[in-house]
């Protein structure tokens, strides 16, 4: 009598598809750590060194002199951040894939609250098209300069509860380390900290923010590209 030895059937993966509700959750972490760490350098390009650092609060004139002196930095300043929101949108259909076993209704509605974070953002950036082309009129440029951080600044109120949303499903996780999952809840809380200073406190500037976005980003970054590769590919 001959014995047959057959090797084990390969483990199939899902193939790559644009289709993010198909995405593995190892497909989603692999999307969500890229489009983060692009998303931090394009923001400190596009915001930071462009945006910022080419405007002077509460001098109109000199703003505008300093934009006309630099287009091509203003330009591709606001062409970073409008990428940025492209990348918003891959993050959040990439992070709820990644916990979508979690809870899939959860895990959707936090993806939905990006998307519409990224939206309010799409629209703060409109101001800064409005800036530039208003030039030869300081004040109303500076204006929409204004608007467009007030705008901004309150979308991320909405960010800060995506935070929250993705916190709680880091937690209930069996995957993700409990305390990756406070130090973002700690980042939601922190954005929505800001919103409320500037609701509720006369002229209040945000501050807590940029704890939340070191705190959730390296997180995130950290734990998605170590350990999310070993997360179930199909």
């Not at 394009?42 to 462009?50: D, E, K, Q, R």
């Not at 979308?155 to 800060?160: D, E, K, Q, S």
Request: aromatic fraction near 12%; proline fraction near 5%.
């Amino acid at each position: 009598m001959t014995t047959q030895m057959h090797a084990p059937a390969p483990v199939k993966s899902t193939p790559f598809t644009l289709n993010p509700l198909r995405w593995s959750q190892r497909t989603g972490a692999l999307v969500s750590a890229t489009a983060l760490t692009l998303m931090v350098f394009l923001s400190i390009f596009g915001y930071f060194i462009a945006v910022k650092g080419l405007t002077t609060l509460g001098d109109a004139a000199a703003t505008a002199e300093a934009i006309a002196a630099s287009p091509q930095l203003w330009i591709a300043g606001v062409a970073a951040l409008y990428v940025v929101v492209v990348l918003d949108l891959f993050a959040a259909a990439g992070t709820s894939a990644v916990f979508k076993p979690v809870s899939p209704v959860l895990s959707r509605v936090a993806g939905l609250t990006r998307v519409a974070f990224a939206t309010w953002f799409a629209v703060a950036l409109t101001q800064l098209v409005i800036a530039y082309n208003t030039l030869d009129d300081p004040a109303a440029a500076l204006a929409s300069i204004v608007a467009f951080k007030s705008i901004w600044d309150t979308a991320l109120g909405l960010f800060g509860v995506y935070l929250l949303m993705v916190a709680y499903l880091a937690i209930r996780s069996t995957f993700m380390p409990n305390i990756f999952g406070i130090l973002i809840g700690i980042a939601g809380l922190c954005y929505i900290a800001d919103l409320g200073g500037l609701l509720f406190v006369d002229g209040f500037s945000p501050v807590f923010g940029l704890f939340g976005f070191v705190g959730e980003t390296a997180a995130m970054i950290f734990w998605l590209f170590i350990k999310g590769r070993r997360l179930p590919r199909s």
